[in-house]
């Protein structure tokens, strides 16, 4: 059952002479619940293809369908709904409010959705992401390898049915880098999440369902592993 | 250019509107200083005139000095001239009968010029040369029945009182004593009446001729007149009181130390205002400088924040700290540089334009050509850049400390801003209340307190200096109209004094036939002039006895009171009668005592009077009348009579041989669409000619009240007073509005990958405008609620000054339960009820989140402008 579909979708920058193609003409789908690690040479367009699927960016041809809604045809307010309920965003700077706790930061898409928030949800997923004796602390008072754990938790507490990483690791030391990457393959199969990665490290690819690496905009190889 | 500098011009090149907005906000604080600078120095200027004007061009003189002493005092160094003012005196001029016998005429005072004087005191001729000998003479501008070379017999006393310049004594005080001489002198013109009055005549003054014991008032004019000069006249004054050392102020005198000797020693009025003046000027410089250094320092932090990265960078690869320090004040240097020369240009021409646009004002609120000048020199321009340069660099030195210690790892994180939990703070209510928008609002403004800080007391400023100046605008303007209920628009005033034994009396028709024609040529002149009411006063010598009063009035008729100031026996009295036309006679009345009614006093059988006195035993009668008394308290020495036109002619028609003496006569006039300046020429003129056409010695003082050119002149200070309190409010609050716009649009800027965060997490365009709506909000609400009440209590302290005034610590002490109600009602209510500027309230609410809500729309455009994709992949912004 695919929860991903796109069809032949293309992001291009400049006109002309100065057109330049970030995503040329891409086709692929993806299943739910399948981890799918996305490489490939900086520029090469994966983030742009991350960002599109996230809706926080428009394609200039193509479509893409999550859970069979065409999700390009979302007007602006929709399409953040669509971002609050079915997308979970990680991204290497963490990007978190400095302003709110650890707790606030992990709960702003349910509060901003203003959904209930389960208490026993909630202690069950900083004790999932190790940080149960930091919820009250601001950002700036966390390592980096804490706070990319908040921003991991903020992804995940919807419960959204996707969750796309942008070099979640990439800003984290190796025992860091390998312990985010563990709550994020756990999640995927206990919850059935799908959860589709940008990466560098190679070991990391490694451990995905299918690879797909990405070459100038197009997709050089798909290779499913398991 | 150094690298550090060559980074810090690209970044004001990059936020050029920044640039722009802090370089117009210090050109904003260099205009207002300047404007400050100049106004003082045209105020100075305006002194000067309107002194030179009013009381002459001299910087000091010495009172009742004796002929012997002059040389002493004039032997100063750096006196431009000096002259001599002899003692007033009292002169008749002759006329002869048909017969050839010398009789009384008209009466004037003599003065006595010396030649400097001329020119150095403010008299100016209307027609003629000055005076060149002692044999010729300046008569008053009501005496042209005269002509210029006509030589006339005057009888003068010799010895009269001393004088300070520009006074005139009423000469009524005098009379002729034993040094009574004649003297025939020349016209050689006559002396303008709106500089001299109508009373005053001049004649030469030959030092040469003094004697030793002549008194003469001798003033001084100085070619530099500073606080030396004024110490040195000072230590010259001579020790008796009657010869005292006087200082014309605002002649030239600048000096602060000058000022604060007056604010310590002189009694004169000019000690008040004198303070009020400095103390405002104070104010104005502080508020400027405060207002000026919050701006620039705000300006040059957030310019700070933004760069710190690039120090961070710099630091790594070796700059020092003081290559760091260095480079705020280079950019101080840069955009002081534009802010001062843009700010200086602008405020001599915006305070020129202002001098220039309310010039017609001035000359008609002073009916003189005197106004405030623009002037402008290297000193001034001086004071103004040494000024700004010290509130810039007072403004650059924080941050250029902070940015010189920041260490490189947090300058390159940009970890300057060190959250804690307790500072970020919010209540659960206002999630309640306003969702997690309005948290993160109110978050947002909390996370950073020194520009939050900032922001609300630029905005509190404006607001507590906004409504201050309206309330101070609309209770001087409600004083004015208080004391401006004028019945008529001229008020027309003839004083009738005697000399010696002669007097006008009510049944002189020589007299009253004059008045009367007088009275009848101006109404037919001007055809736009109504007579409102008419008004005389009548002195009386009366008796307890009836009978003994036809020999009181005889008595007095033959003018033995004014000889012997005596009355003719021990029961007499002297009465006032105030005789009124019946519609003012009724107003009369009801001022006096609102129990009384008109029908008692109009259409009765004899004559009614109103005695404003307590009933006694031992009353005095006026023959044929009836009394009616009134309980007010009489604070006059002697009885006071009202009554209507209509009793008093009864009165004198039953008493044929009774003759009241009339000692002054008023009429009330509205002159419609007429000029006021040219019918009161008119009535100078018409009534001057009722002066010169007495030949009973009668000297007839006219006064003139303008009540139209006073409510023209109090409107026009109103307009001068609001322009400038208004301009200085429009001035502070574009500082406060440039510091605001700064704060908040970086505020938002800085914060740009945190709204791309929340976009990504699913904020709608609705949810990132609901967070400015809340923070807009927030400051708004939170500003009010600092500067309402501060406003109203400012608004409470106007008025204190004028209430208090009325009560004695006595009253204080004994208060009541009641009394503290009717206080709080009176020091409370009252003002807020009658002197709050509503509308300027309103105004406020409305522009305070006018003026947070602009800055947060530009800065919002500013974001949308950016991709949020690479708002959030920045590393940092």
Not at chain 2, 5 to 16: D, P, R, S
Not at chain 2, 133 to 140: A, D, Q, R, S, T
Not at chain 2, 141 to 148: A, V
Not at chain 2, 382 to 398: D, G, N, Q
Request: hydrophobic letters at 40%; glycine letters at 6%; aromatic letters at 10%.
């Amino acid at each position: 059952m695919n929860i991903v579909k796109v069809e032949h979708l293309s992001k291009v920058y400049g006109k002309g002479e100065n057109a330049v193609y970030a995503l040329n003409d891409i086709s692929f789908s993806v299943d739910r619940g399948e981890f799918v690690a996305i490489v490939g040479a900086s520029g090469s367009g994966k983030s742009t293809l991350l960002h599109i699927l996230g809706g926080v960016d428009r394609p200039t041809s193509g479509k893409v369908f999550i859970d069979g809604e065409d999700i390009c045809a979302l007007n602006d307010t929709q399409l953040a709904i669509f971002r609050r309920r079915q997308v979970g965003l990680i991204y290497q700077f963490y990007n978190l409010i400095p302003v709110l706790t650890v707790k606030e930061n992990i709960e702003l898409p349910l509060l901003l959705d203003n959904r209930q928030v389960d208490e026993t949800q909630f202690k069950e997923m900083v004790n999932y992401l190790g940080i149960a004796d930091k919820t009250e602390y601001l950002p700036n008072q966390l390592s980096g390898g804490q706070q990319q754990r908040v921003s991991v938790g903020r992804a995940l507490f919807a419960a959204p049915s996707i969750v796309l990483a942008d070099e979640p690791t990439g800003n984290l030391d190796s025992k860091n880098s390998a312990e985010v990457v563990k709550l994020l393959k756990d999640s995927n199969k206990k919850h059935k999440q799908t959860l589709i990665l940008i990466t560098h490290n190679e070991q990391i690819a490694m451990q995905a369902d299918r690879i797909i690496t990405i070459t100038d905009g197009k997709i050089a190889n798909d290779e499913v592993r398991r | 250019m150094k690298v550090i500098n060559k980074i810090v011009t690209a970044q004001l090149k990059k936020n050029i509107k920044r640039s722009i907005v802090t370089v117009l906000g210090i050109a904003v604080s260099v205009a207002m200083l300047t404007s400050v600078v100049a106004c003082f120095k045209a105020a100075f200027g305006f002194a000067k005139d309107f002194t030179t004007q009013t009381n002459g061009s001299y910087n000091a003189y010495f009172y009742n000095v004796p002929a012997s002493q002059i040389a002493h005092l004039t032997d100063v160094k750096d006196l431009d001239k000096y002259c001599l003012l002899g003692e007033e005196t009292i002169m008749v001029i002759n006329s002869f009968d048909q017969a050839g016998q010398e009789k009384h005429s008209q009466v004037v005072d003599l003065n006595f010029y010396s030649k400097n004087a001329f020119n150095m005191m403010s008299d100016k001729l209307s027609a003629g040369t000055w005076p060149q000998n002692e044999l010729e003479i300046v008569l008053p501008e009501n005496f042209k029945k005269y002509k210029i070379g006509d030589q006339i017999s005057v009888t003068y006393e010799k010895s009269g009182y001393a004088i300070s310049p520009g006074a005139h004594t009423n000469y009524v005080e005098y009379k002729f004593g034993e040094n009574k001489q004649t003297k025939i002198f020349k016209i050689t013109g006559f002396l303008d009446s709106s500089s001299s009055g109508t009373g005053k005549s001049i004649t030469y003054l030959d030092e040469s001729t003094l004697e030793s014991n002549n008194n003469v008032t001798v003033c001084l004019l100085f070619n530099d007149f500073s606080w030396e000069k004024y110490k040195e006249l000072s230590a010259l004054s001579p020790e008796s009181i009657h010869q005292h050392l006087m200082f014309n102020l605002g002649s030239g005198i600048v000096s602060p130390d000058f000022i604060i000797d007056v604010l310590k020693n002189d009694e004169t009025y000019m000690r008040y205002s004198t303070k009020i003046v400095l103390g405002f000027a104070i104010l104005l410089v502080a508020i400027i400088t405060i207002a000026s250094v919050v701006m620039i320092y705000n300006a040059f932090t957030i310019s700070l924040s933004e760069r710190s990265k690039y120090l961070g960078i710099l630091s790594s690869v070796g700059a020092t700290k003081s290559q760091k320090f260095k480079s705020v004040f280079f950019e101080a240097f840069v955009l002081g540089g534009f802010g001062i020369a843009l700010g200086i240009l602008v405020g001599f021409a915006g305070i020129g334009t202002t001098f220039y646009l309310i010039r017609p004002l001035f000359v008609e609120m002073l009916n003189l050509s005197i106004y405030l000048k623009l002037s402008v020199s290297l000193q001034m321009i001086c004071t103004i850049i040494v000024l700004a340069v010290f509130s810039i660099l007072i403004s650059a030195l924080i941050p250029a400390i902070k940015s010189a210690k920041q260490s490189i790892i947090n300058s390159i994180k940009q970890a300057d801003i060190k959250l804690t939990k307790k500072q970020v703070k919010t209540s659960k209510l206002t999630r309640k209340l306003f969702g997690i928008e309005g948290e993160l609002g109110l978050k947002n403004l909390k996370r950073n307190k020194s520009k939050y800080r900032v922001t609300l007391l630029s905005l509190v400023t404006s607001i507590v200096v906004f409504i201050s100046a309206s309330a101070l605008v609309k209770f001087v303007s409600q004083r004015i109209s208080i004391n401006n209920v004028a019945t008529a628009d001229i008020n027309v005033h003839l004083n009738i004094n005697s000399l010696d034994n002669f007097y006008i009396n009510a049944n002189n028709d020589d007299f009253a036939s004059n008045l009367a024609a007088t009275k009848k040529e101006l109404l037919n002149k001007n055809s736009k002039l109504t007579l409102i009411s008419e008004h005389s006063t009548y002195m009386l010598a009366y008796s307890q006895d009836i009978s003994e009063n036809k020999a009181a009035f005889a008595k007095q008729f033959s003018g033995i009171y004014y000889e012997d100031n005596s009355l003719p026996n021990e029961r007499s009295r002297i009465c006032d009668i105030s005789v009124y036309d019946e519609k003012h006679f009724k107003d009369v009345l009801a001022d006096i005592d609102q129990n009384l009614k008109i029908d008692d006093f109009v259409n009765q059988k004899q004559p009614v009077f109103l005695l404003d006195g307590v009933k006694t035993t031992d009353n005095f009668k006026l023959p044929g009348a009836k009394i009616i008394y009134t309980n007010q308290s009489n604070s006059y020495d002697h009885d006071y009579f009202y009554c209507t036109t209509e009793s008093f002619n009864k009165f004198l028609q039953q008493n044929t041989d009774i003759k009241p003496m009339l000692t002054s006569y008023s009429l009330d006039l509205n002159i419609g669409q007429a000029d006021d300046k040219k019918v009161e020429k008119e009535i100078n003129e018409i009534f001057g000619t009722l002066n010169a056409k007495q030949e009973n010695g009668e000297a007839i003082y006219i006064h003139i009240n303008n009540n139209k050119a006073e409510l023209v002149a109090t409107k026009n200070l109103g307009i001068i007073m609001a322009v400038f309190i208004f301009g200085f409010l429009a001035l502070i609050s574009l500082i406060c509005v440039a510091n605001i716009f700064n704060t908040i649009s970086t505020n938002v800027i800085l914060r740009r990958r945190e709204f791309a965060v929340l976009k990504s997490l699913g904020v709608d365009e609705k949810g990132i405008k609901k967070i400015f709506y809340y923070e807009t909000i927030f400051y708004g609400i939170k500003a009010l609620i600092y500067s309402l009440p501060i406003s109203l209590l400012i608004i409470l302290i106007i008025p204190l000054n004028y209430t208090l005034q009325n009560h004695s610590l006595n009253d204080i002490f004994n208060l009541s339960l009641k009394d503290i109600m009717q206080a709080l009602y009176k020091y409370i209510c009252i003002p807020i009820k009658e002197f709050t500027p509503w509308g300027s309230v309103l105004i406020v609410v409305f522009m305070v989140f006018i003026v947070i809500w602009v800055p947060m729309i530009y800065a919002r455009k500013e974001i949308e402008k950016e991709d949020v994709i690479e708002a959030i992949t920045k590393e940092n912004i």
